[in-house]
């Protein structure tokens, strides 16, 4: 009996066993941490969700997402192994000839074309070591210009701006901790209830403080409720609703003269500007009231501290940096910017945005921050990776302008990492049939996305789970992500297949790493006396000290909080503030396409869905677009509540359901773009681009609505 009971109780321990995985949320750039605890019950896996209470950040809270992110982890639809496609059919081969095909194929283009004729597309979720690598991959291993990535769709126009005003891009000036310190706050293009759920607390916390929260939106949400004023501007007006607001900043004398003389250039122009707007005109163009633009006005101006923050719904369009700019103008000549309970900032969309783009993915970009075109920056990079100078490419071209050489047929293969551009560019019937004429496309995904439908070989990914690595979050706090879980199936890190594909392409003396601290090691060194120093930062301390922002130059530096507390970036120390003028959205409504689009988040969802539309619960929860209409355009256009509808611009078009909402303008539709397929919105999203940051204009085009 004694021998039957311990067998019994072995074999039960044996059957049932739990795993604890600590872990950060691998969606939004809050970057929550938390446990997943994994539990096995004989035959049966139950996952717990615990948040970690000592997060300095998210303060122990999750939103629905983080809750049920380990789904798509174990759902069953994983790809788990090297697919190649023959006759139009994927098949299941080995690693090894997956990646002798790719290098003979790769090989073979360049030979007969020349280096630039194949493409490397990043992704924003990527971790800071991947995203490095990926930048070096390209550069050294295939020698090509052409790399790119998905965040030039989410903070390049926030990012140029900052660089052009402030001479350095970071963010957040300041800590999410000051928030509930400014007595004024402005949240234009931000839906922060959905996006950044967990993130509400201190907007709360400032409210009931005191402080007075404008929300700029055309519709109502879930964030504008939170609002003392919510001003309802017509999509592509913002810069101009700016202008009316500092014009009656100007006028009623709530200038910071002294901040503005000793610490900025440029207010002189804008001055003599502001004086031939006429706030009348700015109501007529924004649809917004002039006692409402003059309220918002006194309220920032009279404040002694105050936050801007803005995110995509003012950034993600053709006109996205003049009119950052002109958000931190707000900023600026009030002087609210360099101390406690004041600062700008853009709020991050992507789990690893702000990473991501300081390290090398973008096209004009070295790591650290560093610019491509720099001859000093060029050589201090080549010399970390043990090459010449002269062997570095030059500054390739953004994101769409990639797929536009695709379709040129300049570059005829392309490699994918991390992202999905058939669902995520705008214009995406003409992204599709670009990338269908491509001689060679590989995509390294965990699923088997819209994009990845297309490839010709499909290399398997691990999840987050998984896959250790430091991302950086909206705020600038670089903070480790422990992959704990073992890999499933024949999975392998992203750094593993890129040192993989480097070796079989001969390469292996610059991508011999064994570990994602080793590639976070030379990072450090290649970020070193760049705007973005992570030198000082090891994984010891990251795990030490829960995360440090940068710049943190050596080692020991606690990392720097808040930026431009008595100096901004620039050689002289100021900071420009620029002039900016009427700007409109480069396509208007017309008797044709008689309403505006525009197009976010959700709250259950994100990017492309390709993740979230794997966990049953969030699918569950929401399971389509609905786009969002007034009652009285419906009615106008005799559409009802619930219907499935076209809609339709010059450039293609989506079918969605139907949802009514007084909350949103009447001119103006809105949907959420995290489905692919025919209930793509960005099948009729307009593709023109901002001449500085390349930002396409996602958040206003000129459509039409018809039953289906």
């Given at each position: 009996m004694k021998d039957f009971l311990a067998n019994f109780q072995t074999k039960y321990k044996e059957l049932n066993k739990e795993d604890i995985y600590d872990a950060r949320c691998p969606f939004c750039s809050v970057q929550c941490s938390m446990q997943v605890i994994e539990e096995r019950i004989v035959s049966r896996k139950v996952f717990k969700v615990k948040p970690n209470k000592e997060d300095p950040v998210s303060g122990g809270r999750l939103c629905i997402k983080g809750v049920n992110a380990h789904e798509h982890v174990v759902n069953g639809q994983r790809i788990l192994y090297p697919l190649l496609k023959i006759d139009d059919e994927f098949h299941r081969v080995s690693w090894s000839l997956a990646l002798d095909y790719i290098k003979e194929k790769l090989v073979k283009l360049q030979a007969e074309h020349g280096n630039d004729s194949l493409g490397v597309y990043g992704g924003g979720s990527l971790t800071n070591e991947e995203a490095y690598l990926l930048g070096k991959f390209a550069r050294v291993a295939l020698k090509t210009k052409y790399i790119d990535y998905n965040g030039r769709f989410c903070m390049?126009?926030?990012?140029?701006?900052?660089?052009?005003v402030f001479g350095m891009d970071r963010g957040l000036t300041c800590e999410l901790s000051d928030i509930p310190e400014a007595e004024c706050i402005i949240l234009a293009g931000t839906n922060?209830?959905?996006?950044?759920?967990?993130?509400?607390?201190?907007?709360?916390?400032?409210?009931?403080?005191?402080?007075?929260?404008?929300?700029?939106d055309p519709r109502e949400t879930l964030t504008t409720k939170l609002a003392d004023l919510h001003i309802k501007v017509r999509p592509g007006m913002d810069a101009n609703l700016i202008n009316g607001m500092l014009k009656f900043i100007v006028e009623k004398g709530y200038v910071d003269h002294s901040f503005v003389k000793e610490r900025t250039k440029g207010f002189e122009k804008l001055q003599e500007f502001l004086q031939s707007v006429k706030l009348q005109v700015i109501s007529e163009l924004t649809g917004v009231s002039v006692h409402v633009i003059e309220l918002a006005a006194e309220k920032f101006g009279k404040s002694r501290s105050g936050i801007v923050l803005t995110a995509r719904g003012v950034e993600q369009h053709a006109s996205g940096v003049e009119t950052v700019k002109n958000f931190i103008n707000l900023s600026l000549i009030t002087g609210k910017i360099g101390r406690r309970g004041c600062g700008y900032g853009s709020i991050t969309g992507q789990a690893n945005g702000q990473g991501g783009r300081e390290h090398g993915q973008k096209a004009d970009q070295l790591p650290g921050y560093r610019s491509l075109s720099n001859l000093a920056h060029r050589k201090y990079i080549a010399g970390v990776w043990g090459i010449r100078e002269m062997e570095l490419p030059r500054k390739g071209v953004s994101a769409y302008e990639m797929i536009q050489k695709v379709a040129e047929k300049e570059i005829k293969g392309l490699f994918i990492m991390g992202s999905n551009p058939v669902v995520s560019s705008p214009n995406a019937i003409f992204v599709e049939k670009a990338l269908g004429q491509l001689e060679f496309l590989v995509v390294a995904d965990l699923f088997l996305s819209e994009t990845a439908r297309m490839a010709d070989v499909i290399l398997p990914t691990t999840s987050y789970l998984e896959d250790?690595?430091?991302?950086?979050?909206?705020?600038?706090?670089?903070?480790?992500?422990?992959?704990?879980?073992?890999?499933?199936?024949?999975?392998?890190?992203?750094?593993?297949?890129?040192?993989?594909?480097?070796n079989k392409m001969g390469k292996s003396e610059y991508f011999s790493y064994s570990s994602a601290e080793e590639i976070f090691e030379e990072l450090r060194v290649a970020s070193k006396g760049g705007i973005a120093d992570y030198y000082g930062i090891t994984y010891q301390r990251l795990k030490d000290e829960q995360g440090l922002y940068w710049p943190c130059p050596v080692d020991g530096h606690p990392g720097k909080k808040h930026l431009f507390t008595s100096s901004f970036a620039h050689e002289d120390g100021k900071a420009v503030i620029f002039t900016v003028k009427q700007q409109v959205p480069k396509e208007t409504i017309s008797p044709e396409y008689p309403l505006f689009l525009t197009t976010g988040r959700i709250m259950h969802h994100y990017l492309t869905g390709v993740q979230t539309r794997k966990c049953s619960k969030l699918k569950g929860s929401v399971s389509e677009p609905l786009l969002i209409i007034h009652p009285e355009t419906a009615k106008k256009y005799q559409i009802e509540e619930g219907v499935l509808v076209k809609v339709q611009s010059k450039r293609g078009c989506a079918v969605m359901r139907t949802s009514f909402s007084p909350g949103i303008r009447e001119d103006t539709l809105f949907t959420s773009f995290h489905w692919g397929d025919l209930q793509s919105i960005n099948r009729v999203t307009n593709p023109v681009l901002d001449p500085l940051s390349k930002m396409p204009e996602f958040k206003v085009c000129a459509v039409k609505i018809t039953l289906l």
């Open positions: 390049s126009s926030a990012a140029t701006a900052a660089n052009l922060i209830a959905e996006c950044q759920p967990t993130l509400m607390p201190y907007f709360l916390k400032a409210k009931k403080k005191g402080s007075f929260i404008i929300v700029i250790t690595g430091t991302v950086t979050n909206l705020e600038c706090r670089v903070v480790l992500r422990e992959g704990m879980r073992r890999k499933l199936g024949e999975t392998k890190h992203d750094w593993e297949i890129l040192c993989e594909l480097a």
